[in-house]
């Protein structure tokens, strides 16, 4: 039995909601807290996680990862080391998020790009797309860093200016 837990905190991007999930027998493999991160939305975010009756505001279970977001935003942190929940997603989707970890920081590729990744070419692509907006953990897993063949912004569950400050934070320019 888990239970689903949330916290806000506030970001250069706007507040973040941050949800996650604690196992009935607490701290882990998932933390000093216990709790394994489910979803980072935030404001107008197409898709992101709504608070639901029966969940419990708890940011102390989260003061590691919004310590971590803190740094990232800072310029200070190029990576994010928190626990993540599982089971989110379909096949197809996981496998395009991890090609999304595997990123490097301050680095860009194309959306046809992971889709080679991913053995998804050609008309693929547009699932690739799909699965990439669906993202649940915006900034965690960078998304941000997926842009259009021919170098320009697209799609971005947060919109496109959270894209844009997100990528000048990891050019130094943030």
């Known amino acids: ?3 689903t837990v949330y916290a806000r905190v506030e970001s250069p991007l706007g507040e973040l ?3 996650g999930e604690i196992g009935a027998d607490g701290p882990d493999a998932a933390g000093a807290a216990g709790v394994r991160l489910r979803s980072l939305s935030m404001p107008g975010q197409k898709g992101g996680a709504v608070v639901q009756e029966g969940w419990r505001q708890a940011p102390e279970a989260f003061a590691e990862v919004a310590r971590q977001l803190e740094a990232y935003f800072a310029g200070h ?3 994010f080391d928190v ?3 599982e089971g989110a997603g379909t096949e197809f989707q996981r496998r395009v998020w991890a090609a999304l970890e595997s990123i490097p920081y301050g680095s ?3 959306y046809g790009e992971v889709a080679a990744r991913v053995g ?3 008309a693929g692509v547009r699932a690739v797309g799909t699965a990439i907006g669906r993202n649940p953990l915006l900034v965690v897993r960078p998304c941000h860093r997926v842009i259009g ?3 320009a912004l697209r799609g971005y569950a947060g919109g496109l200016e959270r894209k844009k400050l997100l990528l ?3 050019d130094g320019a943030g």
């Open 77 to 79: 942190s190029t990576r």
């Open 83 to 85: 626990p993540l929940a």
């Open 149 to 151: 063949a021919d170098g």
């Open 17 to 19: 909601l941050l949800v």
């Open 108 to 110: 860009t590729v194309s």
């Open 168 to 170: 000048a934070i990891e």
């Open 120 to 122: 998804a070419s050609g």
């Open 1 to 3: 039995m888990t239970t």
